[in-house]
């Protein structure tokens, strides 16, 4: 029979992989939720509840990084348990 601590500690781990897994699902799904960023956003990863973004062009980039808080809370609403609270842009 297993311990009280170990099944918390067994379902904490659970709750952090499931929510690690669904933070990596943001990248499946950002093209979907934001269609006008498809072509010119390239979601790369996720790390720490950050999102990785390349964006060529200057002037999306700046739109994006000013729209992040509004980008932010749609990707999230769209996934159950991730915590995406940032965006970053990769170099070119």
Do not use: Y
Not at 13 to 34: G, M, N, S, T
Not at 42 to 59: D, I, K, Q
Not at 73 to 90: P, V
Request: charged share 35%; hydrophobic share 45%; net charge positive.
């Amino acid at each position: 029979m297993r311990r009280a601590g170990e099944l918390l500690k067994t379902s904490a781990e659970f709750r952090r992989l499931a929510r690690a897994a669904e933070e990596q699902r943001a990248i499946e799904v950002f093209p979907d939720v934001f269609p006008f960023l498809a072509k010119d956003a390239t979601p790369l990863s996720v790390s720490g509840g950050t999102l990785h973004l390349r964006v060529e062009n200057p002037a999306w980039r700046s739109e994006i990084k000013f729209r992040e808080r509004e980008i932010l809370e749609k990707l999230n609403a769209e996934l159950d348990g991730a915590d995406i609270r940032r965006l970053k842009f990769a170099a070119r």
